[in-house]
């Protein structure tokens, strides 16, 4: 290896360069402030069509190829045969010699059957199992699937207890700070007298995972870093009309509601801001280059069925499952409520599936399903603001009482859905220790399948022939000899 720089990318999810901008201007001694006055920045846009996900845009940043191409549409996907042909970009990094350092980027579970090349190796909060490396992150990884797991369009105040406890006492072992464990113990008493915070419980993960990542950074130091975190992008889809409330003409958010939301996008920004203040550190300390990203953004949705009061959900998948007729066994892949995937052992089962759900109605509306594999069926619920007499299921034109259909109609305690939504623009932001680049901005926009070739010259590797050219003027930037 001739030259190389090593980095860290901060995966911040679906933030675009506004909400990052509204929080520097109310903060100016934030690091999001710093970063924007010393760092450059590039608006981004993912060339990905149709309907944007973060489990098919992340893909195409970490790919350098678009969905087109990669063909990964879901969580829980089964991307073996992608990884052989477009493999994401610590993959390459790892085959080219490079340490690596991984913490939950979407799609990277399994973990690679050679791991001597990763320093660390956290899979994403979808993953199917907590193996991780090193031995000690898997009890967090447990953890952290069993907060997935009670998570869905509301908050569960449950706690998983024994693994809470396995979880907990390796957890300052392994780098979680005891002024995490303070302020969750903070929010959790809060719940107690404000409700409302319990919206806040979704961050608890995000800065477990953190203190875990930055522990483990901070030891071992590799080439190559990559930390997710979703936990303003939850914030921005359900509380962006509580802070930006001119955005919004046809929807009446009242003002109370606003009243009782207005600081959750605050709040999820300072979390992430605290993050991105210790990375500036570890950048000033040991010569990182930090760059924040996301792989599209997310904008205003002025529509007034984003206010949500109801669902219909799922509650018990094998009376649902039964409904349809099928009986083989499966799997349930984790993915965002109300979007459900399923893995059945036979192939039989998911066609089954599949002729069945196009028969669903639910209050007259039919049930979005399609198939991800030969074995793999997604299905979509989630049919909003049905009235309790409007509340009926059929199958093959059979009425079926929705609760043993499984089914039922939720209240939404936010009541709202995704008042905010994914669009095609996104950021990408650098710092770099030793130069000032005084905020500029650099030629834009930029295509997020250019980020992948960036991080690869970065560290001296020469992308693969599909990739496009890296990025010119951060590709090249501060490398030294190895």
């Known amino acids: 290896m001739a030259e190389y720089r090593r980095f860290v990318l901060f995966e911040l999810n679906e933030v675009p360069l506004r ?19 010393k760092g450059q920045r590039w608006d981004t846009v993912t060339p990905d069509k149709g309907h944007l996900s973060p489990w098919i845009t992340w893909p195409t940043l970490h790919r350098g190829v678009s969905s087109e191409q990669h063909h990964i549409v879901a969580l829980g996907q089964d991307v073996a045969e992608v990884n052989s042909h477009y493999p994401p ?36 909060t979808f993953a199917a199992g907590p193996e991780a490396k090193p031995a000690e992150l898997s009890a967090f990884q447990r953890f952290n699937l069993q907060m997935v797991d009670r998570s869905g369009r509301n908050v569960s105040t ?56 930055l522990a483990q950074l901070g030891s071992k130091r590799p080439d190559a870093a990559f930390f997710f975190t979703n936990h303003v992008a939850s914030a921005m889809h359900r509380y962006w009309p509580a802070t930006f409330v001119d955005d919004y003409h046809a929807t009446k958010w009242s003002d109370e509601w606003v009243r009782r939301f207005s600081g959750e996008l605050d709040y999820a920004m300072g979390e992430a801001d605290h993050m991105l203040a210790d990375l500036l ?18 904008a205003a949705v002025d529509s007034p069925e984003r206010h949500i009061k109801t669902e219909v959900l799922l509650r018990d ?3 649902f499952l039964a409904t349809l007729g099928i009986h083989g066994a499966w799997k349930r892949r984790r ?12 192939a039989a089962s998911a066609d089954t599936l599949i002729d069945a759900a196009a028969t669903v109605k639910i209050a007259g509306q039919p049930m979005p399903t399609r198939r991800l594999g030969a074995r793999e069926v997604e299905f979509v619920l989630g049919h909003p603001n049905v009235e309790d007499g409007d509340f009926t299921v059929t199958v093959r034109n059979h009425a079926i009482d929705p609760a043993a259909a499984g089914l039922a109609n939720v209240m939404i305690d936010d009541e709202v859905g995704a008042a905010a939504y994914h ?54 930037v501060g490398l030294v000899p190895a």
């Not at 993959?91 to 990763?118: E, I, K, N």
């Not at 550190?281 to 040991?286: E, G, K, L, T, Y």
């Open 281 to 298: 550190a570890v950048a000033d300390r040991h010569d990182y280059l930090i760059l924040v990203s996301g792989s599209m953004g997310q």
């Open 335 to 346: 993915t965002m409520e109300p979007t459900y995937t399923l893995a059945f052992d036979d």
């Open 423 to 476: 669009v095609p623009e996104g950021m990408l932001l650098a710092y770099d220790p030793r130069e000032d680049r005084r905020g500029r901005a650099g030629d834009s926009p930029v295509s997020t399948t250019r980020i992948a070739p960036t991080l690869l010259a970065l560290q001296g590797v020469a992308p693969p022939p599909y990739m496009e050219q890296p990025i010119e003027d951060l590709a090249d």
């Open 89 to 124: 970009v610590w993959t390459l990094l790892a085959a080219a010699g490079r340490r690596v350092g991984m913490f939950g980027s979407l799609h990277s579970y399994p973990p690679p059957a050679d791991l001597s090349q990763y320093d660390f190796y956290v899979p994403d």
């Open 317 to 319: 998948m094998d009376r």
């Open 19 to 37: 909400v990052v901008r509204h929080y520097a201007d109310r903060h100016p001694g934030s690091a999001f402030a710093r970063l924007l006055a």
């Open 158 to 213: 449950d706690l998983p207890v024994k693994d809470a406890l396995s979880f907990l006492t390796s957890a300052l072992p392994a780098g979680v700070r005891g002024g995490t464990l303070a302020k969750i113990a903070r929010q959790v008493a809060s719940e107690r007298i404000w409700r409302d915070r319990a919206a806040r419980r979704r961050t608890i993960q995000s800065l477990l995972a953190f203190d875990l990542f």
